[in-house]
């Protein structure tokens, strides 16, 4: 059994040192590279070490280098003359696996709770389930009966510490709650922990039995299904896509066909990184309802994004201004927003409700009453996590007997998406776009001169670039400070205070290129595809979500241009100075609030390569993702157990109300 160095260099050294002398070839397997000492690097084992280790340790014979990157905890062979140090030897870190038994519960469930897994390094809160919310404090062995075991040791609030076994660490759900405050730690003496899980226990099982209430009223629902074979109509528009489709895109496609096919109403979300191809998903959809005679209602988050999917609707299926299409099929795909009078979107909906509107685009306007399509068959939700509570309840209401797809670029947190594909069946996209880069981001300082020579750097190229300002009040005073250091360079900004026509001109004289530099809000954040803009440049990026800074990233990149984002924030203080005694605290909560800006940030700079939303798993990504689709009402049970440990205690309702109610 390895020593346990905890992050002692001097230990480390020593170690390797005297096992090479005892002839063994030793390995390092890290995830956190940069904090083994350079002259230790030599040691990290590499691909090329694979077939040397598999020969000398039997055990290791089949295992592939991806298998043997995730061992649970490292050991020195005297016989294969090898030794292994993972990061729980290092560094004191542990991977949660979770293996649980749970005799009374099925094996859908068992499957879920095994996916809670994540690393948790000495100091990170932990959340145990008969205990309370903790501070892994490190491993530890001791000596019981002769037998030597390690233990997770475990601080609590006051001086109350425990020593979990190994043997019972699927106990330990690593804790993600509110990123801006820490958890409060369990007093052990008290008893409010089990008053603490018995309240949220109540509120999981009303929210398992709503989310089971809508399941069971879709199982019992007819669709209408879609045609089983394909049309020669269908076969010229795949054809008619301008690029090729990647594997994952063919998959997904295939899944929400086949969805189509049958009378059980289709739920689907698809999750794919910005700019993976869900637009042609949906495409394929809509064609094979509307070829039918069906209509179809897509709902978009924002007024932006509506007229862009108006435009890129007509555009994929070739439709003219007359109406006239190379389908000979009778479509008409319209939308309903601020950038028609409320006459024009009166006929609209008036046409939709007489049949005779194939598609029609439109924000939460969709759902109020007087819209009454004559014969929907599917509902589209774009950036569904966008709409509120209220509007998510009214799209279920819709109509029950309907195809449902929705799409979200944000990554779905995979533990939140395991719980609930129990009720929704989820398909993602992974595998980027052929020619597509990943784009190059990069921390910046306040640097007013950093910012001109990128803006100059991405005009000279000919392209166009966005800066994003999220004050209304000081978006005219950036404008002429940017002005004043580029005078050749053009510049407009947009806000969601601007009337429709103001903004409609601005961003189509920005998409026809008649100026170069978009300054905005938040408002470009979903949607806009604008493949001449390849530069983005972000204004007080600390004060922004990762999911939100993620999905401002995608909005450049869309082509096979290299493509930059400038994260720029102001320097903070990352070490606590000597202050007044009254000012400590203060202070402290200071100093750690910008600890966490920084690692939100990084998170995103080091996450840059294609297909990297799937593997951000920040604090704050999680819980936005569970209060957006749980509800808000959750936020707060969440932040008081923490997001593993609720999402374990939902799926486990969920689970025991389908066997009740015999659903699939």
Avoid at 101 to 111: E, G, H, P, V, Y
Avoid at 319 to 340: C, H, Q, T, W
Avoid at 359 to 387: C, P
Wanted: charged share 30%.
């Amino acid at each position: 059994m390895p020593s346990l160095f905890f992050s002692n260099v001097h230990l480390i050294r020593s170690e390797i040192e005297r096992l090479e002398e005892l002839g063994s070839r030793v390995y390092l397997i890290s995830k956190h590279k940069d904090d083994i000492p350079e002259d230790l690097k030599k040691y990290i084992f590499a691909k090329e070490d694979l077939k040397s280790i598999s020969k000398n340790i039997k055990y290791l014979n089949n295992l592939e280098i991806e298998q043997i990157k995730f061992l649970p905890a490292g050991f020195i062979s005297s016989v294969g003359k090898t030794a292994i140090f993972t990061d729980r030897e290092l560094f004191g870190s542990i991977f949660l696996n979770k293996v649980k038994t749970i005799n009374k519960s099925s094996a859908r469930l068992k499957q879920l709770l095994a996916q809670f897994e994540g690393e948790i390094k000495i100091g990170d809160y932990i959340a145990h389930e008969d205990y309370g919310i903790g501070l892994y404090s490190g491993l530890t062995r001791e000596e019981y009966d002769s037998v030597l075991t390690d233990y997770l040791l475990v601080k609590f609030a006051g001086d109350d510490e425990i020593y979990v076994p190994l043997i019972q660490i699927e106990k330990i759900t690593k804790y993600l709650g509110n990123s801006d405050s820490p958890p409060k730690l369990t007093k052990l003496s008290k008893g409010g922990w089990k008053k603490l899980k018995e309240k949220v226990k109540k509120t999981t099982v009303l929210l398992a039995k709503h989310l089971i209430e809508h399941m069971a009223k879709r199982e019992l629902s007819k669709a209408v299904p879609i045609d089983q074979n394909d049309s020669q109509e269908y076969k010229f528009f795949v054809e008619s896509f301008p690029y090729n489709e990647t594997r994952d895109q063919i998959n997904v496609i295939n899944e929400v066909i086949n969805d189509m096919k049958s009378t059980r109403p289709m739920n689907r979300l698809v999750v794919g990184d910005v700019g993976f191809g869900k637009t042609e998903v949906i495409m394929r959809a809509v064609f094979k309802v509307i070829e039918q005679r069906g209509q179809v209602a897509v709902l978009s988050p924002t007024t932006i994004l509506t007229s862009q999917h108006l435009a890129t609707f007509r555009e994929r299926f070739e439709l003219k201004s007359d109406g006239d299409n190379p389908y000979d099929i009778p479509m008409s795909i319209e939308a309903v927003s601020r950038f028609n009078t409320v006459k024009e979107n009166r006929e609209v909906i008036d046409r939709a409700n007489n049949g005779d509107v194939s598609v029609l685009i439109g924000t939460h306007r969709l759902l109020t009453s007087d819209v009454k399509f004559k014969d929907l068959q599917l509902v589209v939700i774009d950036e569904e996590q966008k709409f509120g509570v209220k509007q998510k309840e009214k799209i279920k209401q819709i109509n029950y007997g309907v195809h449902m797809l929705s799409v979200s670029a944000t990554p779905i947190p995979r533990t939140l998406s395991l719980a609930l594909s129990s009720i929704q069946d989820i398909s993602v996209i992974t595998t980027p776009p052929k020619g597509r880069r990943s784009i190059d981001t990069e921390m910046i300082y306040t640097d007013w001169n950093k910012v001109a020579d990128a803006i100059s750097k991405e005009h000279s190229r000919g392209g166009q670039a966005y800066f994003l300002h999220n004050r209304v009040e000081t978006i005219a005073a950036i404008k002429e400070k940017l002005s004043n250091l580029l005078p050749g360079i053009k510049f407009e900004f947009a806000h969601g205070k601007m009337s429709a026509s103001q903004l409609d001109r601005i961003m189509t004289d920005f998409y026809l290129n008649k100026f170069d530099v978009l300054i905005s809000t938040t408002i470009i954040e979903n949607g806009l595809d604008l493949p001449n803009v390849n530069t983005m440049i972000i204004h007080d990026a600390h004060r922004l979500g990762l999911s939100q800074l993620y999905q401002l990233r995608g909005r450049v990149g869309r082509g096979d241009r290299q493509a930059y984002c400038y994260l720029m924030c102001p320097r903070f203080k990352t070490k606590t100075m000597s202050v007044d005694e009254t000012k400590t605290d203060l202070k402290i909560k200071s100093v750690e609030r910008s600890k966490l800006y920084l690692e939100r940030l990084q998170s995103l700079v080091e996450n840059s390569d294609l297909g990297a939303g799937f593997q951000i798993a920040s604090k704050d990504l999680e819980i936005r993702g569970a209060g957006s689709i749980l509800g808000e009402k959750q936020h707060g049970h969440i932040t008081e157990i923490g997001y593993a440990l609720y999402i374990e205690m939902l799926a486990g309702e969920i689970e025991m109300l389908k066997e009740k109610l015999n659903l699939p």
